[in-house]
């Protein structure tokens, strides 16, 4: 008996997670087609940051599971894990309340030095930081970084040596059904004949699903980042702050070690507050407002760096589904396309998770994760309003 023949459209960290943990299963052929290379679109621009330190048991365990999976990498590939830490801080004692029930999840998923933090150990923990006005931290010392363009093109490279194609330079034009009810799909590297297809476009993913006959809103929104050069080294390797809560309405500002002498430094949001940028004309470099606005926050929460400035800054997307959670499962108009799309700024952490639910669909064994009534099963497209919850690309 033949292999079942998938397509996985997009090269980034969510269709090579996806290619990779398919290759993993066998009884599969399984071809990425990508636009232009590997990683070139938002997993190449992400911070790559990986943690644990959210509100939810279920955004905890698929994030535990992604942490245990770049460890693995870091482990038996020797992938680049830098742990420093993660400190999400807090404006409120009822934040704390939710930081402390945080910290007995995690242990739940195997997290053990996730603790609630306050003021004075913050202080002591990241001496520069300011914290006058926030009552506390919740911080995971086992996570960390990896560079999003290094963790995708292993993957990449680990799905070949398990069978998959990957055929960058190959653009999805369009696609049409074959005698045996088979897609179709031409590209500019000539047609290929696919059983199933995904859809891990990210940015791109509402136009793929335009084509692939699956339609949904996604709104991919330009965030930025920055680097904050430093005057001296620090002496020690700051931890990365996240001074935004979920489901706060605004805005946060975020950064990260990236060396001794720099931080990277940026405005993170998992809401969608910001309108829809073309991903084909978007522009990938940093403009005036923004380096305007990173400043005055950097001067506020860090205000005991001694002589740092900012340098090179650099634009990506963040694919914001219609209710601001990832789709991942068929698509109703046609479950043969399963999606893996809208993880907005969480891309590079939550890839694995979405790779292992989306590779569980397609084989059709037990789900582990994120299967049928989850947050992110993809039924919910069926009831979304695309001209109330978003812009359709």
Same mark, same amino acid.
């Given at each position: %008996? &033949?292999?079942?023949?998938?397509?996985?459209?997009?090269?980034? *960290?969510?269709?090579?997670?996806?290619?990779?943990?398919?290759?993993?299963?066998?009884?599969?052929?399984?071809?990425?087609?990508? /636009?232009?290379? @590997?990683?070139?679109?938002?997993?190449?621009?992400? @911070?790559?940051?990986?943690? /644990? =330190?959210?509100?939810?048991?279920?955004?905890?365990?698929?994030?535990? !599971?992604?942490?245990?999976?770049?460890? +693995?990498? $870091?482990?038996?590939?020797?992938?680049? !894990?830098?742990?420093?830490?993660?400190?999400?801080?807090?404006? &409120?004692?009822?934040?704390?309340?939710?930081?402390?029930?945080?910290?007995? %999840?995690?242990?739940?998923?195997?997290?053990?030095?996730?603790?609630?933090?306050?003021? &004075?150990?913050?202080? /002591?923990?990241?001496?520069?930081?300011?914290?006058?006005?926030?009552?506390?931290?919740?911080?995971?010392?086992?996570?960390?970084?990896?560079?999003?363009?290094?963790?995708?093109?292993?993957?990449?490279?680990?799905?070949?040596?398990?069978?998959?194609?990957?055929? =960058?330079?190959?653009?999805?034009?369009? *696609?049409? &059904?074959?005698?045996?009810?088979?897609?179709?799909?031409?590209?500019?590297?000539?047609?290929?004949?696919?059983?199933?297809?995904?859809? +891990?476009?990210?940015?791109?993913?509402?136009?793929?699903?335009?084509?692939?006959?699956?339609?949904? /809103?996604?709104?991919?929104?330009?965030?930025?980042? @920055?680097?904050?050069?430093?005057?001296?080294?620090?002496?020690?390797?700051?931890?990365?702050?996240?001074?935004?809560?979920?489901?706060?309405?605004?805005?946060?500002?975020?950064?990260?070690?990236?060396?001794?002498?720099?931080?990277?430094?940026?405005?993170?949001?998992?809401? #969608?507050?910001?309108?829809?940028?073309?991903?084909?004309?978007?522009?990938?470099?940093?403009?005036?407002?923004?380096? #305007?606005? @990173?400043?005055?926050?950097?001067?506020?929460?860090?205000?005991?760096?001694?002589?740092?400035?900012?340098?090179?800054?650099?634009?990506?997307?963040?694919?914001?589904?219609?209710?601001?959670?990832?789709?991942?499962?068929?698509?109703?108009?046609?479950?043969?396309?399963?999606? $893996?799309?809208?993880?907005?700024?969480?891309?590079?952490?939550?890839?694995?998770?979405?790779?292992?639910?989306?590779?569980?669909?397609?084989?059709?064994?037990?789900?582990?994760? *994120?299967?049928?009534?989850?947050?992110?099963?993809?039924?919910?497209?069926?009831?979304?309003?695309?001209?109330?919850?978003?812009?359709?690309?």
């Amino acid at each position: %008996m &033949s292999n079942t023949r998938v397509a996985v459209v997009g090269a980034g *960290a969510l269709g090579l997670s996806t290619a990779l943990q398919l290759s993993q299963l066998g009884g599969f052929d399984v071809t990425v087609l990508e /636009t232009a290379h @590997i990683a070139e679109g938002s997993s190449s621009r992400s @911070i790559g940051i990986v943690e /644990t =330190q959210y509100l939810n048991e279920f955004d905890i365990a698929v994030r535990a !599971f992604g942490l245990r999976f770049v460890k +693995a990498l $870091a482990a038996s590939e020797g992938l680049q !894990f830098n742990v420093n830490g993660y400190l999400r801080l807090a404006d &409120s004692d009822a934040a704390l309340e939710e930081y402390a029930a945080s910290v007995e %999840m995690q242990q739940k998923f195997g997290i053990d030095d996730a603790r609630v933090l306050d003021r &004075s150990e913050i202080t /002591t923990l990241i001496p520069e930081l300011e914290v006058g006005d926030r009552v506390g931290g919740l911080f995971g010392a086992g996570d960390g970084y990896v560079d999003g363009h290094l963790l995708t093109n292993l993957m990449g490279e680990l799905a070949r040596r398990h069978g998959a194609t990957i055929m =960058q330079k190959a653009k999805l034009l369009g *696609a049409t &059904s074959g005698p045996a009810g088979e897609f179709l799909l031409d590209t500019t590297r000539g047609q290929l004949a696919a059983d199933i297809v995904v859809n +891990a476009a990210g940015g791109w993913g509402g136009l793929v699903g335009d084509l692939l006959g699956a339609p949904l /809103t996604l709104i991919p929104q330009r965030h930025q980042a @920055i680097t904050v050069t430093l005057g001296k080294p620090l002496g020690y390797v700051m931890p990365s702050v996240m001074d935004y809560v979920p489901g706060s309405g605004r805005s946060g500002l975020y950064f990260r070690h990236e060396n001794e002498t720099s931080l990277f430094a940026g405005l993170h949001t998992e809401e #969608t507050i910001h309108g829809a940028a073309d991903p084909d004309t978007v522009s990938w470099n940093t403009d005036e407002a923004f380096v #305007t606005e @990173i400043a005055e926050a950097l001067s506020e929460r860090l205000p005991r760096l001694e002589g740092a400035g900012l340098g090179r800054g650099w634009a990506g997307l963040y694919p914001m589904s219609f209710d601001q959670q990832p789709v991942v499962g068929p698509h109703p108009d046609n479950e043969r396309v399963i999606c $893996a799309l809208g993880a907005g700024g969480n891309g590079i952490q939550l890839s694995p998770a979405i790779g292992k639910t989306v590779a569980e669909y397609v084989a059709g064994t037990t789900f582990s994760l *994120a299967g049928p009534g989850s947050k992110w099963d993809s039924k919910r497209i069926a009831t979304s309003d695309p001209a109330v919850a978003g812009i359709k690309c």
